[in-house]
C-alpha cells in the first residue's frame, strides 16, 4: 500500500514538473528562440570524484543529463544541438579510459536505434561529426547504422562530435577545397591548350584533320594505398569549322566522357559570353583560370564537417570553464558563450532557461553583428 501511495506521489510531482516547465516555455516561446544550441559536456569525471563514484559512472550520469537537455531543447523548439562528446586529444587518455569510453559510446550509440529512444520518440536525426576514421570499426559503423536509420527524420537534428576538433576540421575543409577546385579548373586548363592550337590556323581555313582532346588524369587510392595512375581517354575528334570571316571562337567542343562533358559546355559558354572585348581567347582562358582557381569563404564552409547545420546560437561550457577546447572555433565567431559552474551531470533546466533568457536580451546586438559581416 505504501508503495503504491509512493508511486503516486511521485507521478503527481512529475505531472506537475511538466506543466510547470510548459509554462516557461510558452513564455520564452514569446521572444527568440535559439536555432542551435552546442554543449562542451565538461566535469563527467570531476562530478563521479565529488560523489564518489565508480569508475565510468560519471560519464553515465552525464549521459541521463543528456538525455534531458535534449527533451528540454525538443520542447521548447530548437532545431539543432551539438555536442562535444570525444575530442582527438581524448585519444591521450590511458588505454584503458580510453576503450572504457568507446565501450559506453557504442552501448549508447546502439541504444539509440531502439524504437523507445529519444531519437525515435522526437524524430530527431543524428549526425556523428569528425575524423571518423579515428574510431574503432564497431563504433564507426554502430555511427554510421544510426546516421543511415534517422536520415528520415525531420523534427529536429542531433550532431554528435566524435574524434572531432577544430582545427582538423578546417584543415579537412581547406583539403577538400583545394581538391575540388583542382578538378574545376583542369577542364579550363585543357580548353586553353585547344584555344592556343586552333590560333594558330588561318581565319579562312577548313581543320579537316582529328585533334588529339588530351588525357584525364585520376587518382586511385585502393587498399589503403596512395597509387596515382595515369587514364588514357578516347574522345571524338574536335569538330571545328570556321567559314569565310567567321570568328574562331565559336568552337563547339563535345566531350564524351563522363561529368567532362558539362564542363566543356561551361568552358564554352563562358568563352562566348565573354569575347568582343578585345581580349584574345588565349588571355580569356587564363583570367577565367585565374577567377576559378580562388578559393573563396565559401568553398571552405561547404566543405567543413559542420556544414549540415547552421552556426550555432548559444555554446553553453559546463563546469565554469571558459575554453573552447578547440571546439567549432570556426563557427562561433558571433556565439553567445555560457560558462555555468555546475558539472555536466548536474546541468538542468534552470541553465538552460537562463542561457535562453541571458540570448533574447543580446538577440538584437547578435543579429546587427552579424549582419554587420
Keep these: 500500500m505504501e508503495k503504491h501511495s509512493s508511486s503516486r506521489v511521485s507521478e503527481l510531482f512529475g505531472n506537475l514538473g511538466s506543466f510547470i516547465r510548459i509554462c516557461i516555455f510558452r513564455v520564452l516561446s ?42 528540454y531543447c525538443y520542447e521548447l523548439g530548437v532545431k539543432y544541438v551539438t555536442i562535444y562528446a570525444f575530442s582527438i586529444h581524448n585519444f591521450k587518455r590511458s588505454p584503458d579510459e580510453v576503450k572504457d569510453l568507446m565501450d559506453l559510446m557504442l552501448e549508447k ?123 588514357s581517354v578516347t574522345c571524338s575528334c574536335l569538330a571545328r569549322g570556321v567559314e569565310g570571316g567567321g570568328n574562331k571562337n565559336s568552337m563547339v567542343v563535345r566531350a564524351v566522357r563522363g561529368s567532362y562533358e558539362d564542363k566543356w559546355d561551361n568552358c564554352q559558354a563562358m568563352m562566348e559570353n565573354r569575347t568582343g572585348n578585345g581580349v584574345t581567347s588565349s588571355e580569356e582562358s587564363e583570367n577565367l583560370q585565374g577567377e576559378c582557381s580562388i578559393i573563396k569563404l565559401v568553398d571552405i564552409e561547404k566543405q567543413m564537417y559542420m556544414a549540415v547545420a547552421p552556426e550555432p546560437d548559444i555554446l553553453i561550457r559546463s563546469s565554469g570553464e571558459s575554453r573552447l577546447s578547440n571546439f567549432l572555433l570556426w563557427q562561433t565567431s558571433e556565439c553567445q558563450l555560457y560558462s555555468p559552474d555546475a558539472l555536466w551531470p548536474e546541468i538542468g533546466l534552470w541553465h538552460l532557461v537562463w542561457a535562453v533568457l541571458n540570448f533574447q536580451r543580446n538577440h538584437a546586438y547578435l543579429e546587427k553583428k552579424k549582419h554587420q559581416l
Design 109 to 231: 550509440i546502439e541504444d539509440l536505434l531502439r524504437d523507445e529512444s529519444i531519437v525515435n520518440q522526437y524524430g530527431i536525426r543524428v549526425y556523428f561529426i569528425g575524423n571518423l576514421k579515428l574510431l574503432s570499426e564497431t563504433v564507426r559503423i554502430a555511427a554510421e547504422k544510426v546516421m543511415t536509420a534517422t536520415a528520415k527524420n525531420t523534427n529536429c537534428t542531433l550532431l554528435i562530435c566524435v574524434a572531432y576538433t577544430s582545427r582538423d576540421e578546417i584543415v579537412h575543409a581547406v583539403q577538400g577545397s583545394c581538391k575540388n577546385k583542382q578538378e574545376e579548373i583542369q577542364p579550363l586548363s585543357f580548353c586553353k591548350a585547344n584555344y592556343d592550337a586552333i590560333e594558330e590556323v588561318e581565319d579562312n581555313k577548313k581543320v579537316n584533320e582529328v585533334i588529339p582532346f588530351g588525357f584525364l588524369e585520376s587518382q586511385k587510392d585502393e587498399a589503403g594505398k596512395s597509387q596515382a595512375t595515369m587514364a
Design 30 to 71: 514569446m521572444g527568440p528562440i535559439p536555432n542551435h544550441f552546442a554543449f562542451i559536456m565538461d566535469g563527467n569525471r570531476r562530478y563521479a570524484k565529488k560523489e564518489n563514484m565508480k569508475k565510468g559512472a560519471g560519464h553515465r550520469a552525464g549521459f541521463l543529463a543528456l538525455i534531458s537537455i535534449l527533451k
